[in-house]
């Protein structure tokens, strides 16, 4: 009988982590229609950086000290190597934004979700983990679903500019070192403490990047800090909290394979917002593109 009960429980924190790792997957999904809606109100990149980052900031230290959070559980050195590991975010979202300037956000989220391969460089020259053959295939799955989802075979005319595309992979490339600096730097701290640090030290990046836009922020522009709301919610506060409460309670490759749903989710709210248009061949490069994460993370680690 206490063994029913044990596995019941451990079966109901697996769901839990599954349905919290999906929320936060979703959310992120939802990032490009505030962004994209920023730039449409003539808002600049470094005023929407600096406005989600604040927002933020500001949401995820007040969620910390209402839990009564003790930093006293982290040292100078402990916070400076989160802050150092948060300007990773901070990174990511000045490419994948910058993306969005000169393509459609459809493109920049599929560019993005090239971290399924950059990532592989990472662990080979960082941890010297040598691709699996698996891994390999993983990588040619995903450079196969790039070329359909880009449109480029579709036989319509694509419009991709040199810059765009660029600022799409510098931004898979951040958001692999988010991946995996995650997953070695301060992982014993406290998940909201650790949040609150990483997204202070991507306001420090943002800032400084855009130490011009500074001035430009207009406090008594309503507007301005409704989009920078929603922006810091579903690219920085609920993604962050929803994957550090269930990512623990998952297998790591579950939560980096459910990850993908934001793929699905940025498209489609792109297409229903946004009104872009997403052709079926497009949607064959964004399966195969999620095949390759499953590839990558079920069969290609030994």
């Known amino acids: 009988m206490v063994i029913i009960i044990a596995e019941g429980s451990v ?7 599954i349905v919290f790792v999906l929320l936060g997957a979703a ?44 930093m006293r559980g982290m040292s100078l050195m402990s916070v400076l190597k989160v802050m150092a590991m948060g300007t990773t975010v901070g990174m ?47 990588l040619v799955i995903t450079l196969t679903g790039v070329v359909f989802a880009s449109g480029v075979i579709g036989g319509g005319e694509v419009e991709l500019p040199l ?26 701290a406290p998940p909201i403490m650790r949040s609150a640090w990483m997204v202070m030290g991507s306001l420090v990046l943002v800032s400084v990047v855009f130490f011009r836009d500074i001035p430009s922020l207009v406090v008594a522009d309503s507007r301005f800090w409704l989009i920078g709301l929603g922006i810091a919610l579903v690219g920085g506060v609920m993604p962050t909290l929803f994957f550090a409460i269930g990512s623990p309670l ?53």
């Open 92 to 138: 990511t979202s000045i490419f994948y934004y910058g993306a969005m300037q000169y393509i459609t956000a459809s493109l920049a989220i599929i560019f993005l979700f090239q971290f399924v391969w950059i990532g592989m460089i990472y662990e080979w020259i960082l941890n010297k983990n040598r691709p699996t053959k698996f891994n390999l295939l993983a």
């Open 250 to 302: 998952i297998p790591g490759r579950l939560a980096n394979v459910l990850s993908s749903v934001e793929l699905p989710v940025a498209i489609v709210s792109a297409m229903i917002i946004l009104s872009e248009s997403v052709q079926w061949v497009q949607w064959v490069g964004i399966l195969l593109i999620i095949a390759a994460i499953f590839v990558n993370e079920f069969m290609g680690r030994e």
């Open 163 to 188: 810059m765009g595309m660029i600022l799409g992979l510098l931004s898979g490339t951040a958001y692999a070192g988010f991946i995996f600096f995650s997953g070695q730097v301060e992982v014993q």
């Open 27 to 70: 959310s992120f999904g939802f990032t490009p229609i505030f962004v994209k809606t920023s730039f449409a109100y003539g808002y600049s990149l470094g005023q929407v950086n600096i406005i989600q980052m604040l927002i933020a900031s500001l949401l995820l230290w007040s969620v910390s000290l209402v839990k009564g959070s003790d």
């Open 11 to 17: 079966g109901s924190m697996k769901a839990r982590g």
